[in-house]
């Protein structure tokens, strides 16, 4: 424990890209066991989303921001490689974009997920 196995084959490379096993920043297969059930839970559907007070309607400035924003730095990184489930979907507002009453909100999502579809359709021809 605490120690470095090192080999020539073993670069400055390969130890960034090598994951902590169990350690829940790092794993991302690892789960993180919450104390409070209602604050750590993971959001898996809109209906939950919205019982929980997510804004559908109206979004100030500020908040329209800040969901495009991590909407096109999730984009980004699927673009790059990573995986769609972990990236574009984790957005909760692309799971029923017929909800969102906001036209800016809706356009962008609209606009997001025909991306991923001419994407992924390209990759398969």
């Known amino acids: 424990m605490g120690q470095l196995h090192h080999t020539p084959s073993f670069t400055l490379q390969g130890s960034i890209a090598a994951l902590e096993m169990m350690d829940p920043k790092m794993d991302s297969g690892m789960k993180k066991e919450s104390s409070t059930e209602s604050e750590h839970t993971p959001i898996k559907t809109m209906d939950e ?6 804004p559908l309607e109206q979004l100030d400035p500020a908040e329209l921001l800040g969901v495009v924003d991590d909407l096109i730095g999730a984009l980004v990184s699927w673009l790059k490689g990573h995986s769609l489930v972990q ?10 974009v017929e909800r969102i009453t906001d036209m800016s909100l809706k356009a962008f999502c609209i606009a997001v997920l025909k991306i991923v579809s001419v994407k992924r359709n390209k990759q398969e021809q």
Not at 49 to 54: Q, T
Not at 87 to 95: D, I, R
């Open 87 to 96: 990236t574009v979907f984790s957005c909760v507002y692309l799971h029923d």
């Open 49 to 54: 989303a919205v019982k929980r007070g997510l």
